[in-house]
């Protein structure tokens, strides 16, 4: 693949994308550059908060409520897990069990487990167990695909 890339000093920025397939890579590309929202809005004990998606180290679904746990805090996030994975067009987060969402970008370390499971450290320290049905998944993402 052929990347040009130009400094312009006047005018509208643009990116144009051409493909004779539109493969996997190509989408998170797309994906990328549409992306236009990276907040999301939650309540604490303190009050209503925004945080930066980039932010978030995990969620997890607890009793039909959407947690999203950052270094320094947990926020309670309206909707639920099936709809944050619709609704996020982000490559970053990735599906790693039934009712956990892992941010692929704040993993620190991997371990693999028994019975195909993969021990994912955070960089908070903590770990997440990435269950054996997302496992092959989470692997090919690492290996470049999705």
Known sequence: MKIDIEKITAGEESVTIRYKDLTPA????????????????????????????????????????????????????????NSFVTDIDDESFFRCSKSMVIN?????????????????TMESG?????SRRYASDFRRLLKGGR
Do not use: P, Q
């Open 126 to 130: 903590e770990h997440i167990i990435i």
């Open 104 to 120: 692929v970008n704040r993993v620190k370390a991997l371990k693999s487990l028994s019975s195909n499971r993969i021990d994912a």
């Open 26 to 81: 190509i989408k998170r590309i797309i994906g990328i550059l549409e992306k236009t929202e990276d907040k999301l809005w939650g309540k604490t004990e303190t009050g209503t908060v925004s945080i930066n998606l980039h932010d978030i180290l995990y969620l997890e679904s607890v009793d039909d409520k959407l947690f999203a746990y950052t270094g320094s805090s947990v926020v309670r996030i309206d909707g639920s897990l």
